[in-house]
DNA sequence: ATTGTAGACCAAAACGTTTTGGATGTCAAC
DNA sequence: GTTGACATCCAAAACGTTTTGGTCTACAAT
């Protein structure tokens, strides 16, 4: 580690001292209260006034002082997002995409954002807390719900604006943007069924989250919808991860008869499944197909290819963060919850017809 | 898509109205000066009085309002991070855990961040000026520098404050925190010659990105203190995503004769490139060598594991957001630049000693 | 002449904090 | 009994905006 010996930057900022009302209203002569208004366009100004002050202002190079707008609406202009993850060393690759999603659309709409990640659990809520009562932001954007989500009640309790990227079991209704992960699934097996595959097994994830337990049923519904049985060998529960899925997918090519295809519940874990068939000598599209859920950009570029489900996380990042404002400023305070029906995304790691 | 018939949730918000310095001061009957430097625990209030007013304090569940905090200081508690990159569906594993890092601790310090992605060019520039000249941010994290790099130039020319991970070429000092990457490729290229490895190829990346310039640096370099001859046909540049690594590799591969050890510029061309090698039939840890460098957490749970520099970025993003809110509240106007020498971690894909 | 109305404007309050520049009282030193 | 030092306190200004609740003028209708 090596450091300079002399450093010599400044950070004297060189901007010019910025206009404010008042400076406006000296130059035009005219009272601060009517620039304001002039400068929002009410009708109560005359429109030469009008000119006068958007000339002035335009000289004057004025932007208004958020600070003092954010005081006078008591509103913070920013939304909160803390991911729920253990550690930093996470590996989500929603999250970069995700948060570009409502970063860019919260930009767009004047927003900042809060960000922070938590494990889930009581130090989660207690951020959730901590940032409600001081009131740090105008609303939530809660992401990977749970079963039982306390954040969730949390909210809906304290009457906290907040949109959810998916649902749970245990609130009244509220406003989210989920994917139909149950439909995904059962797209998933119903493909896998019509290439001939009798022995689908399936590894989910912890099922207190809310997708994998849709998910979860999604699969059972595909089995049941293509006559095929369900057997709890051929059903394991990862852990989310690359290497998770490689361990769950060894074991899986260890029951006898092995099955002919290994649905993950996402791309990571059907990552790591195409690495232990391969490390077993199998041919992913073959011997054995492989598909996943999230169509993360990975999955596109994996070898094999990845078949698997498509989950639009940009778009979702941008409606809600869209929907939520919308909520914070009362234009839609209101608003509809979208569930989204996904799409199949094939590609090789399924393989074609099975050799009956 | 479905939408629901009826929606209940309410967003009254169900707090008490929170209690201001003026109710402290009501109660305890004291002027709000007093009340105010009491929980400041300036010394010209008496013991009693703080004690008192500190009491008050806690029975009101006083929280001080961020909002007009803000105003009086003139400050906005956020800092600015804008991530360059081509449309939404970036796939960097940096992003994540950088941003989690500069997120953690800004939560800590009491700051907010603004986040947006912008491509590279003028519109990022643009938004740069946008967000400095409306004083939405107090300072700026820059990422991904570049060997000429505007976004320095400019923020320096303004005296803005910000801090870059990562060096340029075309300012004077600033304050950074960075890995050295040339030091970090001369160990991994030091590591393939001793293993025996004499054609050793290179997938660098862009060279305008100045990582990828140090990067290739230090591959020049290892090859140079190895005693080991420079071909140009061995040295190539990709994209950094795992598609252009594989596409890459293949070309290396067909090289006569073809390359024994591949070190590619990041991870994600390295796992491109092993999966190039395994379309060939290669063995990679076996028949052919290939490193990558980052460390991201997909190396570990790669097969094989993949040999890689190491690269803290979390704590790389910590440091940074000290520095920077160090230099925004005086306390560290000029911090020391930090340049970190990264570590080799070694895992099976560049295998053990070559078969001469 | 009075009343009403509409158009144009604005002083002051409000948002809740921090800082400035004293004020007041007490006690010791001279 | 004056002076200085110190401890304690506070009114008012400041941050820059938006909103409230008007006023004033001109002109038309009565």
Known sequence: METLSKTFWIFDVNQPMPATLKDIAQKVGKSVTTVSRALHDYDDVSPETKALVRQAASELGYIPNILAQRLQKQRTDTLGFILPTFGPRFSDPFFSEFLAGIGNKATELGYDILVATRPPGEEELQAYRDIVQSYRVDGFIIVRTRRKDCRIQYLLETGFPFVAFGRTENAGPYPYVDEDGEYGMRLVVRHLARLGHRR???????????????????????????????????????????????????????????????????????????????????????????????????????????????????????????????????????????????????????GVRVAA
């Open 200 to 350: 689908i097994a399936f590894i989910g994830a912890p099922e207190d989250l809310m997708f994998a337990h849709c998910r979860k049923a999604g699969y059972l519904q595909g089995m049941e919808e293509a006559g095929l049985p369900i057997e709890a060998s051929l059903i394991t529960t990862g852990d989310l991860t690359q290497r998770g899925g490689y361990e769950k997918a060894l074991q899986l090519l260890d029951t006898s008869p092995p099955p002919t295809a290994i649905a993950a519940s996402n791309d990571l874990m059907a990552l790591g499944a195409i690495n232990a068939a391969q490390s077993r000598g199998l041919e992913v599209g073959r011997d054995i197909a492989i598909t996943g859920f999230d169509n993360i950009p990975l999955a596109e570029t994996s070898h094999p290819p990845l078949t698997t489900v498509h989950q639009p996380i940009y778009q979702i990042g941008h409606m809600a963060c869209e929907m939520l404002v919308g909520i914070i400023t009362g234009a839609q305070p209101h608003p509809e919850s979208i569930l989204l029906k996904p799409s199949l995304i094939v590609r090789q790691s399924c």
